[in-house]
């Protein structure tokens, strides 16, 4: 049956993906912890092994997991913290912040091994919000 | 260049350039900052002389220590980032939406909206994420979007006037304290202004006479008074909330109410009030995600990282378009902050998560030649490879020169 009502104008009918980028998305299945998918996205088949791509995503979340686990220390820096009104968050770095600025070592030193000579640039998931793991494709 | 809180989309205030943000409307919270300075100012002033003279001096000096932890508090919850997710970059947007069923018109002629629900299952309960079409991200579970602010807020909890910002997850803890620290406190108040009250009376054999001597006693009891019933009712509100593990928005939605669907089981639920509630007043401070101190480097200058520290590869054009800047305004590689203690215990972890990659690795990466070369266990290491941290990160420090950005959003 033929549609009699015409689509929206709003809605753009021709949204194209960027063609060298492709995105790590979160994974939700454990809760609300801080982990990446490790599927490998359909614009790096071939570009990197399967292994070495879950291995590195692997390596990255358990980073991220510990950053949001309550150990006895990240307790013991809170109640700290707020015995002090607060003020020490101004001067102190929290153990999640630490657990970020691995992340962040560790995507450099990536980037420099085992992406760099495949032709990749993985981003810093803290610079896109921890919403994505963005990888460029440097040549098609 | 201009810096992140300058191009900010949202509907929220940032202030003291790119420190500190808050809803736009502050006027609600200005009386509640009002009323607790001017109490406590005439508390402190006339009520406290006698009680001083006449009690003990740690009477006022309590009465300062319990102001300046509600104001310390309340500040917190004022102007910190509540959680805010920031927005997706245009090419997420672009990807996420190219994957969503589109507009459709079915059949009867009927119009379909785009379909932007995705299922997934959380510990054995099924919860439906949505896309934010304002964000452009898929809204992570216990994520609300604030129509006052317009963004969307991780663990959002409610919209306070009172506070003048979004409760989310990054300042539930200090507005749950502000509100049980400010009940003892309007509690202290009211008792220690009817002891003086009382104390007065005694000394003029006259409740009224003291009453007029001490009109700011009367001011401080009764703004005390009718505090009390609404700070520590939404106090006790939130002990609840915070024993059971769920936020207002999500008690407001019922999405954890097992007494009208028992499968609605709760999947952030400790089991256990007390862990519960170590866990969210106690528990990891997620820092703010916004980056307002850093430079907007656009979308394609991230690519200028991987050609200043690693190998040199094509930069497609798209990416040389955008300015290419000689220090990569990456957050967390300033390397030079750490004493040195920090820094090779998180090189040891480095290492640590190195070698697990090594291992599970096959012993050459096909198609590579020489370039990255992997020895398992204690072995040598080769070139290109992670070897002994010191060295790699001792190398990535000469590299990485990256302004030292201090904590942005509190």
């Given amino acids: 049956m033929s549609s009699s009502k015409p689509l929206p104008n709003s809605y753009s009918a021709t949204i194209l993906p960027p063609a060298n980028k492709a995105f790590v998305p979160r994974d939700y299945s454990h809760g609300t912890e801080l982990r990446f998918s490790t599927e490998l996205p359909a614009k790096l088949q071939g570009r990197i092994p399967e292994e070495v791509f879950t291995a590195v995503i692997g390596n990255i979340n358990q980073l991220l997991i510990a950053a949001e686990t309550g150990s006895a220390s990240v307790y013991l820096e809170s109640c700290f913290a707020c015995l002090t009104g607060y003020l020490a968050y101004l001067c102190m770095e929290t153990q999640y912040e630490k657990c970020l600025r691995s992340v962040s070592r560790l995507v450099e030193e990536y980037n420099r091994t085992v992406f760099g000579p495949r032709n990749l640039s993985m981003i810093d998931p803290s610079e896109r919000g921890l919403r994505v793991i963005e990888i460029v494709l440097l040549r098609p | 260049m201009p810096k992140r809180w300058e191009v900010y989309p949202g509907k929220s205030q940032v202030l003291c350039s790119g420190r500190c943000i808050s809803a736009k409307n502050l006027s609600v919270f200005y009386l509640t900052l009002a009323l607790i300075v001017i109490s406590s100012c005439l508390f402190l002033a006339f009520d406290c002389r006698l009680l001083a003279v006449t009690l003990s001096p740690s009477v006022p000096v309590l009465a300062a220590v319990q102001f300046i932890f509600v104001l310390c508090c309340l500040l917190r919850t004022t102007f910190s980032d509540p959680g805010i997710i920031p927005r997706g ?35 054995g309960r099924v ?19 604030c129509s006052t602010c317009d963004n969307c807020v991780d663990r959002f ?138 430079d907007e480097i656009g979308l394609g200058s991230s690519i200028s990282l991987v050609t200043n520290n690693g190998r040199n590869g094509t930069v497609s054009a798209a990416a040389a378009s955008t300015a290419v800047t000689a220090t990569p305004a990456v957050r967390y590689s300033n390397l030079t902050r750490n004493n040195n203690d920090a820094t090779s215990n998180s090189v040891g972890h480095v290492n640590n998560s190195v070698q697990v990659i090594s291992e599970s690795l096959p012993a050459q990466l096909p198609g590579d030649g020489n370039d990255v070369i ?37």
């Avoid at chain 2, 266990?377 to 080769?382: E, K, Y």
């Fill in chain 2, 374 to 410: 992997v020895k398992n266990g204690n072995g040598a290491p080769a070139d290109g490879v992670i070897s002994g941290g010191t060295d790699a990160v001792g190398a990535q420090n000469s590299n990485t020169q990256s302004a030292s950005s201090v904590h942005c959003i509190v």
């Fill in chain 2, 127 to 145: 919860f439906k994420l949505k896309y934010c079409f304002t964000c452009k991200l898929w809204r992570p579970p216990r994520a609300s979007h």
């Fill in chain 2, 157 to 294: 909890d409610h919209h306070c006037p009172w506070v003048g910002n979004c409760v989310g997850r990054r300042n539930y803890r200090y507005f749950y304290l502000f509100l049980i620290s400010l009940s003892v406190y309007c509690l202290y108040v009211m008792v220690f202004g009817i002891v003086n009250l009382v104390l007065l009376s005694n000394m003029r054999k006259d409740f009224l006479m003291a009453m007029k001597e001490s009109p700011t006693s009367v001011l401080t009891i009764l703004v005390a008074f009718f505090s009390i019933w609404s700070v520590v009712g939404l106090g006790g509100f939130h002990t609840m909330l915070i024993c059971r593990e769920t936020s207002t928005n999500e008690d407001i939605k019922g999405s954890f109410n097992q007494r009208r669907h028992p499968d609605l089981i709760n999947p952030f639920d400790q089991g256990n009030g007390l862990a519960n509630c170590c866990y969210v007043l106690f528990g990891p401070v997620t820092p703010s995600l916004l980056n307002f101190r850093e």
């Fill in chain 2, 89 to 123: 970059t245009p090419d997420e947007a672009a990807w996420i939406e190219s994957q969503l069923e589109g507009p459709q018109v079915d059949r009867d002629g009927n119009y379909r909206p785009p379909v932007r629900l995705k299922d997934v299952q959380i510990n």
